[in-house]
T-cell receptor, first 115, second 116 residues
């Protein structure tokens, strides 16, 4: 599987601030880029996803920015809240065209929102 | 919908013993994936099935690992014999496909395996 590189490994943000997590990928065949949120003792849960035909997708306080030429995408969490404290994973997949490869995940970012 | 159901939630076993992890995917989902999560390696894809047929098992670490999907509502991941380095959280996930494209995996809560 091609690698997906995620940064930072850990992040501390004050309540109300903006949390930004970045990912870069190598395989240009990837066409589906989701972000997952994981709480301790739980499985990853789909947060938001984007396909490369758009440069930005927003759902509530969560926004994905996508730069196809740079092969990078990022998650922005606006007005960060203590309940957002979790581990966030970016992922990528060649999800269309008659087949699936399975998600390739970044290593995760441990986000702490300080009250 | 009860989501993806995995059992057991926790498993502690002795080295050399056989371990079987179980998964019930969401009804109607035609893809099923097994992942392993460790601190060192993160989330790794082990194997996945499409319509109960194994498609890619290149992520299975060794012949000690095997997976089956006898029907659309049940899959197992077996480790025989188990070793301490197999200790990890094992996740099952399922996904529907629309016109061949895969969307939105749903993960189970995982099985935390400890091999002593």
């Amino acid at each position: 599987q091609q690698q997906v590189k995620q940064s930072p490994q850990s992040l501390i943000v004050q309540k109300g601030g903006i949390s930004i997590i970045n990912c870069a990928y190598e395989n240009t065949a990837f066409d589906y880029f989701p972000w997952y949120q994981q709480f301790p003792g739980k499985g990853p849960a789909l947060l938001i996803a984007i396909r490369p035909d758009v440069s930005e997708k927003k759902e509530g306080r969560f926004t994905i920015s996508f730069n196809k030429s740079a092969k990078q995408f990022s998650l922005h969490i606006m007005d960060s809240q203590p309940g957002d404290s979790a581990t966030y994973f970016c992922a990528a997949e060649r999800g269309s065209g008659g087949g699936a490869d399975g998600l390739t995940f970044g290593k995760g970012t441990h986000l702490i929102i300080q009250p | 919908d009860a989501g993806v159901i995995q059992s057991p939630r926790h498993e502690v076993t002795e080295m050399g013993q056989e371990v079987t992890l179980r998964c019930k995917p969401i009804s109607g989902h035609d893809y099923l994936f097994w992942y392993r999560q460790t601190m060192m390696r993160g989330l790794e894809l082990l194997i996945y099935f499409n319509n109960n047929v194994p498609i890619d098992d290149s992520g299975m670490p060794e012949d000690r690992f095997s997976a089956k999907m006898p029907n659309a509502s049940f899959s197992t991941l077996k480790i025989q014999p188990s070793e301490p380095r197999d200790s990890a959280v094992y996740f099952c996930a399922s996904s529907p496909s629309v016109e061949g494209a895969v969307y939105g995996y749903t993960f189970g809560s995982g099985t935390r395996l400890t091999v002593v």
